[in-house]
T-cell receptor, first 114, second 107 residues
Framework: KAGVTQTPRYLIKTRGQQVTLSCSPI?????VSWYQQTPGQGLQFLFE???????NKGNFPGRFSGRQFSNSRSEMNVSTLELGDSALYLC???FGAGGVETQYFGPGTRLLVL | GIQVEQSPPDLILQEGANSTLRCNFS?????LQWFHQNPWGQLINLFY???GTKQNGRLSATTVATERYSLLYISSSQTTDSGVYFC?????????FGTGTRLQVFP
């Protein structure tokens, strides 16, 4: 089975722009979660989608949003980029909803905001 | 919210040495996973272990849920074991990560 894939792998944007990141889960998995990793804050939960519905959300501003499609692929969008949004964005998939099951992570998207 | 602490923060070993990494958490959990993050940022699942003991080759893990800690053992370490090891727990439908243990293994 193919693993979790994320595109693009690297991205450079300037302040004020917006960005969309994509995540394709493992085939058959219906839950996709997003995490942000920075040197200062570590790994932090952004949100989780299951069956096209947002089930859970972390403590991030409304500039961070996401969605999930009927094939379970997910996108996250960050609007009005700030320097502090520079980070590694990781998505994870699992078969069921919530954090009870094993989550499998993709390779991440490295975002640099200039 | 739940707090997750990992120790030690840094560990330097020579190839062939054994090590123990610890993860303490402040509340009961439904899920506990150990990950290895390689130099390219990929988080690789090592164990899903909310309780009990598991072994996979040179790695093993034990979680004592009643005492709220988990241990990851690495035996006969190799240079490819270098990277950051994270423990992550869940009790509110999302994974909460510890700050990690950075392991460097030298030949």
């Amino acid at each position: 089975k193919a693993g979790v894939t994320q595109t693009p792998r690297y991205l450079i944007k300037t302040r004020g722009q917006q960005v969309t990141l994509s995540c394709s889960p493992i085939s058959g998995h219906r839950s996709v979660s997003w995490y942000q990793q920075t040197p200062g804050q570590g790994l932090q939960f952004l949100f989780e989608y299951f069956s096209e519905t947002q089930r859970n959300k972390g403590n991030f501003p409304g500039r961070f949003s996401g969605r999930q499609f009927s094939n379970s692929r997910s996108e996250m969008n960050v609007s009005t980029l700030e320097l502090g949004d520079s980070a590694l964005y990781l998505c994870a998939s699992s078969f069921g909803a919530g954090g009870v099951e094993t989550q499998y992570f993709g390779p991440g998207t490295r975002l640099l905001v200039l | 919210g739940i707090q997750v602490e990992q120790s030690p923060p840094d560990l330097i070993l020579q190839e062939g040495a054994n090590s123990t990494l610890r993860c303490n958490f402040s509340d009961s959990v439904n899920n506990l996973q150990w990950f290895h993050q390689n130099p390219w940022g990929q988080l690789i699942n090592l164990f899903y272990i909310p309780s009990g003991t598991k072994q996979n080759g040179r790695l093993s893990a034990t979680t004592v849920a009643t005492e709220r800690y988990s241990l990851l053992y690495i035996s006969s370490s190799q240079t490819t074991d270098s990277g950051v090891y994270f423990c992550a727990v869940d009790n509110t439908d999302k994974l909460i990560f510890g700050t990690g243990t950075r392991l460097q293994v030298f030949p």
